[in-house]
């Protein structure tokens, strides 16, 4: 690992989408932090979140994509209005949001199971 700048930049912006994966983290809302003793988790298509930075702060709603090679999230009512009155998702920066309800399956009780022990 490389204390450069530089090289810590182009490392980041030439990451695979498996590595995108692990970097595209959002926390936990309290109660589901006390209750799966894990600060955070890679989100996913189908968690409930609720924005609390920006201009949308407040709004909740369903992760409808994740856009690995822009690095953002695409939530759920939360678009914007082009000049020809067509609707247009806006991107949302993973970090920038709470995850409120998770998308679950075997393998993701596995990831909590795994982060918990540690």
């Known amino acids: 690992v490389s204390s450069s700048r ?8 030439t990451a695979p989408s498996n590595l995108r994966r692990k970097q595209m983290v959002a926390s936990l809302a309290k109660e589901l932090r006390e209750k799966h003793k894990v600060r955070s988790l890679p989100i996913r298509e189908g968690d409930e979140v609720e924005i609390v930075r ?15 090679k822009k690095w953002v999230i695409h939530v ?15 991107g949302i920066d993973p970090s920038k949001v709470k995850i409120t309800t998770i998308k679950m399956d075997k393998d993701r009780l596995a990831l909590l199971a795994r982060k918990a022990q540690q």
């Open 54 to 68: 920006g201009s949308n702060k407040g709004k909740v709603g369903k992760v409808t994509a994740v856009y690995r």
């Open 76 to 90: 759920e009512k939360v678009t914007k209005e082009k000049s020809n009155n067509q609707s247009v998702d806006l």
């Open 6 to 13: 530089r090289v810590q930049r182009k490392a980041h912006f």
